[in-house]
């Protein structure tokens, strides 16, 4: 890979390919990203099916546009953000009941204009339902527990309560943000227990 090819997973490593398999602190900086909002089980609500899609086409759109102008990058890995109005629905898989945000991360120099661009390039190619709902969302989550998790996305539970049970308590902090979830492997060509997923939650003292 080009040395000059922006790529967030290797400008971000500490947020992107951790090895830490317990909670451990990091410092996110602000990013800007592309995001699509919904509610339900990710595993069966075409509602989520549609957001992914319409995600990937405008990012891939940007991608193309932008190498043309001279700055090429890596399409990231997909993200979410998630929530629920009980939280504890999350440590019981009760994923109807999930609202999520789904988010692909973008380089700094990509403008509104250049998502609006791509989104019109994409709705004159495709009929997809939710590239309407695709915008620019930024985050500055600071400072955050964080933790790799590899196995089935169904296994995260476990790794969940600690957090929320014992790990936030024991050292003396509070969740401030929403859950968030980075994909690095594909779920579509990957067996459920080799899947790695960075687990995030911002936080603050108590």
Do not use: C
């Not at 997909?78 to 929530?83: A, M, S, T, V």
């Amino acid at each position: 890979m080009s040395p000059d090819r922006y790529d967030v997973k290797r400008e971000l490593k500490q947020l992107y390919a951790p090895k830490n398999a317990d909670w451990a602190l990091v410092d996110v900086p602000e990013q800007q990203f592309l995001a699509v909002d919904g509610r339900g089980d990710p595993n069966t609500s075409a509602e989520y099916a549609n957001a992914v899609e319409a995600l990937y086409s405008v990012a891939y759109t940007i991608k193309f546009a932008s190498k043309r102008e001279g700055r090429d990058f890596v399409v990231g890995p997909l993200e979410g953000l998630w929530w629920a109005d009980d939280p504890e629905v999350f440590t019981a898989r009760a994923k109807n009941s999930w609202h999520w945000r789904m988010l692909v991360s973008q380089p700094d120099w990509i403008t509104e204009e250049a998502i609006a661009e791509a989104k019109q390039v994409v709705s004159a190619k495709k009929k997809l339902p939710a590239i309407a709902d695709v915008r620019r969302e930024v985050l500055h989550e600071g400072v955050s527990a964080q933790v790799l998790h590899i196995g089935s996305y169904d296994d995260e539970g476990p790794v969940l309560a600690r957090l929320h049970g014992e790990w936030l308590q024991a050292n003396g902090l509070r969740m401030t943000g929403l859950h968030h979830e980075v994909y690095l492997g594909d779920p579509r060509k990957t067996e459920p227990a080799k899947l790695k997923t960075v687990l995030r939650q911002p936080v603050r003292p108590e």
